[in-house]
Nanobody, 121 residues
Framework: QVQLVESGGGSVQAGGSLRLSCAASGYTSDYYCMGWFRQAPGKEREGVATIYSDGGPTYYADSVKGRFTISQDNANNTLYLDMNNLKPEDTAMYYC??????????????WGRGTQVTVSS
């Protein structure tokens, strides 16, 4: 019912910036929470940032606070993640998600296929 397609990933040097985009389609109005999760090699998928369209609080992982900003453009059904001052430890596959509950991975109803972010020293 919901389709999510990420874009904007790539390779950057430490300290650089990237903007990830997620184009959503389908009956997305049923999901008030959307966000970004990531998974590095050998690690479990973790919440990065989520946002509630009904005015609820945003969530950011402690490791990205002050560096990443999540936002949404409801008119274009697009979710964004602006990533600044990137660090090598940010290297991961980043997934757009719908139906979230804060940063809890288990709560997600729909996942995008992911976009790779690689940060080199």
């Amino acid at each position: 019912q919901v389709q999510l397609v990420e874009s904007g990933g790539g390779s950057v040097q430490a300290g650089g910036s990237l903007r990830l985009s997620c184009a959503a389609s389908g009956y997305t109005s049923d999901y008030y929470c959307m966000g970004w999760f990531r998974q590095a090699p050998g690690k479990e998928r973790e919440g990065v940032a989520t946002i509630y369209s009904d005015g609820g609080p945003t969530y950011y992982a402690d490791s990205v606070k002050g560096r990443f900003t999540i936002s949404q453009d409801n008119a274009n059904n697009t979710l964004y993640l602006d990533m600044n001052n990137l660090k090598p430890e940010d290297t991961a596959m980043y997934y757009c998600a719908a139906g979230c509950d804060g940063g809890q991975t288990a709560a997600i109803k729909y996942w995008g296929r992911g976009t790779q972010v690689t940060v080199s020293s």
